[in-house]
T-cell receptor
């Protein structure tokens, strides 16, 4: 059974810092990996999707990398801002799909202090 | 933005009563999903649909049923609600099973 772990569970940083969020998964036979953001009391917002054949994806100040063989992904946030405060979740999609088998980590709760 | 609305947004009910949650999409995305989110467990898939009248079970399907009679609507039913089904329920959609999923705002359900 695929398991997804995110470390750390919570992170507090001052504004302007560059930071890295980690995601690891136990079964390397993934189709893709997705990073989401969740604000308190809200639904999830998709940030980045990395296909298993890709090494990284970038969107603005966000950069996600994928090392499929070692079962790891990182989300890099440059020049963090208070508006980046949220919970960040990663999820992996397995290769065998007639549908979707997204497995989620429990998330990293990020606080960026002004 | 997936154009997903969920209703109701909040509901309090009693053990043993039936409950139906509705998910509506404005796109014609083929795939729709129901998840529950609980502290210590994260998001877990309950059921999903890959077309009208085509559904399949997820990780935590016991006690839940779904129906999809139209492309735009996906219903989640708790036949007889239990306190363990107190949770936040999210609906999502995607164009294909492996594509980005777009989430609705969630329904907070409390079973007393």
């Amino acid at each position: 059974k695929q398991e997804v772990t995110q470390i750390p569970a919570a992170l507090s940083v001052p504004e302007g810092e560059n930071l890295v969020l980690n995601c690891s998964f136990t079964d390397s036979a993934i189709y893709n990996l997705q990073w989401f953001r969740q604000d308190p009391g809200k639904g999830l917002t998709s940030l980045l999707l990395i296909q298993s054949s890709q090494r990284e994806q970038t969107s603005g100040r966000l950069n996600a990398s994928l090392d499929k063989s070692s079962g790891r992904s990182t989300l890099y946030i440059a020049a963090s801002q208070p508006g980046d405060s949220a919970t960040y979740l990663c999820a992996v999609n397995l290769e065998e799909t007639s549908g979707s088998r997204l497995t989620f980590g429990e998330g990293t709760q990020l606080t960026v202090n002004p | 933005d997936a154009g997903i609305t969920q209703s109701p947004r909040h509901k309090v009910t009693e053990t043993g009563t039936p409950v139906t949650l509705r998910c509506h999409q404005t796109e014609n995305h083929r795939y729709m999903y129901w998840y529950r989110q609980d502290p210590g467990h994260g998001l877990r898939l309950i059921h999903y649909s890959y077309g009208v009248k085509d559904t399949d079970k997820g990780e935590v399907s016991d006690g839940y049923s779904v129906s999809r009679s139209k492309t735009e609507d996906f219903l989640l039913t708790l036949e007889s609600a239990t306190s363990s089904q107190t949770s936040v329920y999210f609906c999502a959609n995607s164009r294909r099973g492996v594509d980005t999923q777009y989430f609705g705002p969630g329904t907070r359900l409390t079973v007393l």
